[in-house]
């Protein structure tokens, strides 16, 4: 029983496609979060949903666009891929601020853009 | 907001050895939590260990275990006996009680040598 699934893992596409990786948590977790892994293996928080509610919004391109349809879904919706979107992107879920007892991460989508 | 820094981008450590990782880290918060997760080539993102920054007590699992020095901001980690499956990327991450921003710090390249 997977925690934190996405998909899909690889995502293959062209410069200005517009692509989608969903997420969906089953650990009744209200708070989720998508985060950018790049080239150099550095972790960045885009978003998070408290809720889903939007309750954080790093300097995030407006291509990005997040979609919370409930407490158990966070999907990532890009526009107009380019080429510097190439990287890792993780989903997470954690239950809310306060009881921080870890990130529970899914197994990560390798989107290249080409 | 929090800032962790990890000054070693790359160590190694000869099998059944000891290595330390290290992690300084900043925060406003007097309230957090601290976190070493490591990344092995599956990519997977997997909890080592926690920190409550309210207890002094240094966190211990297995053969991991933290110095968490919290008047200087350190939070190192030591691993014992490495083992083969020790070898990952390693990061350090911060995040205030009341906060739904975890931040990571730029990881740590662990190889290890049979």
């Known amino acids: 029983d997977t925690a934190v699934s996405q998909t899909p893992k690889y995502l293959v596409t062209q410069m200005g496609n517009d692509k989608s990786i969903k997420c969906e948590q089953n650990l009744g977790h209200d708070t989720m979060y998508w985060y950018k892994q790049d080239s150099k293996k550095f972790l960045k928080i885009m978003f998070s949903y408290n809720n889903k509610e939007l309750i954080i919004n790093e300097t995030v391109p407006n291509r990005f666009s997040p979609k919370s349809p409930d407490k158990a879904h966070l999907n990532l919706h890009i526009n107009s891929l380019e080429l510097g979107d190439s990287a890792v992107y993780f989903c997470?879920?954690?239950?809310?601020?306060?009881?921080?007892?870890?990130?529970?991460f899914g197994s990560g989508t390798q989107l290249s853009v080409l | 907001a929090q800032t962790v820094t990890q000054s070693q981008p790359e160590m190694s450590v000869q099998e059944a050895e000891t290595v330390t990782l290290s992690c300084t880290y900043d925060?406003?918060?007097?309230?957090?939590?601290l976190f070493w997760y490591k990344q092995p080539p599956s990519r997977q993102m997997i909890l080592v260990i926690r920190?409550?920054?309210?207890?002094?007590q240094n966190a211990t699992e297995n053969r991991f275990s933290v110095n968490f020095q919290k008047a200087a901001k350190s939070f190192s980690l030591k691993i014992s006996d490495s083992q083969l499956g020790d070898a990952a990327m390693y990061f350090c991450a911060c995040v205030g009680a009341g906060s739904y921003q975890l931040t990571f710090g730029k990881g740590t390249k662990l190889s290890v040598i049979p």
């Open positions: 920190q409550e920054a309210y207890k002094q």
């Open positions: 997470a879920s954690s239950q809310g601020a306060g009881r921080w007892e870890k990130l529970f």
């Open positions: 925060t406003s918060e007097s309230d957090y939590y």
